[in-house]
């Protein structure tokens, strides 16, 4: 199954990420690849530099981020291939954020239509 780790700093690095933690990411990227898990990943700019896009009938709206009051931001993505929710887990366990905030896993829909309600309606006992 594919697992999105969505990377969740506590710090929001005024002054840039530290050395320090790029070359701990860079390692654990590398490890993660070496063990042909890793599928692709990134870091994302600050939410200063986002921009929010609605639609609304034919008027499409944007906004200059960042969008949510909290403290949390997303920091960047990894995405793997995992045989099970347990190695998802030991993989993102071993991410330097995960020791300086939180790694999301999400589990990824393969097929759109597996959200829809007859779907829901179809797992219900």
Known sequence: ????????????????????????TEAW????????VHLTG???Y???????????GAKV????????ESKEQMGGFDLIECDTLA???EI?????AAEA????????VEELASLGQQAVADRTP
Not at 29 to 36: E, P, S, T
């Open 46 to 56: 600050p939410p200063a530099q986002s921009t929010g896009v609605r639609r609304r």
């Open 1 to 24: 199954m594919k697992y999105m780790l969505l990377i969740r700093p506590d710090n929001d690095y005024p002054d840039g990420v530290p050395d320090e933690t790029i070359r701990k």
């Open 29 to 36: 990227v590398a490890a993660v690849k070496a063990r042909g």
């Open 101 to 108: 905030g939180m790694v999301e896993i999400r589990p990824i």
């Open 87 to 89: 190695e998802a887990i």
């Open 42 to 44: 990134g870091a994302l």
């Open 61 to 68: 709206v944007t906004t200059d981020g960042p969008f949510a």
């Open 92 to 96: 993102a366990a071993g991410h330097p």
